[in-house]
């Protein structure tokens, strides 16, 4: 288990893969995010996307699950302070192998037993970059 001390700004870490089907775009845009080009192939061709689409959400999401997975189940968390600088970049659509890559870019003290790390987070479409953001991990200090 990784404590705050053991997290070094310019860390980095590869997450994971996952692929992201049709069928999960239209259910999770049927579910929370209920537009045209989320949920209706049909619809979505006549879209500025011209297609079908996984909602930024979706992505954002599936982010969190390579993230929890990859990394933060090995570090003491105590959940996050927030999220800055969340970007969509390209659409997620159908039969893409999303991969996520995590540097941790800053620490800081938040109180006597918790650190903040600050860790970018980079989620690629294929070769293409799909989601940015900066994630404000807490993590437990060393007992």
Do not use: N
Not at 63 to 87: H, I, K, P, Q, Y
Request: aromatic share 8%.
């Amino acid at each position: 288990m990784d404590y705050f001390e053991d997290l070094s700004v310019g860390a980095t870490a590869s997450l994971g893969t996952c692929e992201v089907t049709a069928e999960e775009i239209t259910e999770f845009g049927r579910r929370y995010d209920p537009q045209p080009f989320h949920t209706d192939p049909e619809a979505a061709a006549d879209s500025p996307f011209g297609g079908l689409v996984a909602s930024g959400w979706h992505t954002a999401s599936l982010t969190m699950r390579l993230l929890v997975e990859g990394w933060l189940s090995g570090v003491a968390t105590r959940g996050a302070a927030g999220v800055d600088e969340l970007r969509w970049h390209r659409p997620v659509r159908p039969g893409a192998t999303l991969r996520v890559k995590a540097e941790v870019a800053g620490t800081d003290d938040w109180d006597e037993s918790t650190g903040l790390v600050d860790l970018a987070v980079t989620t690629f479409a294929g070769e293409e970059r799909a989601l940015s953001m900066v994630g404000l991990v807490l993590v437990a200090r060393r007992p």
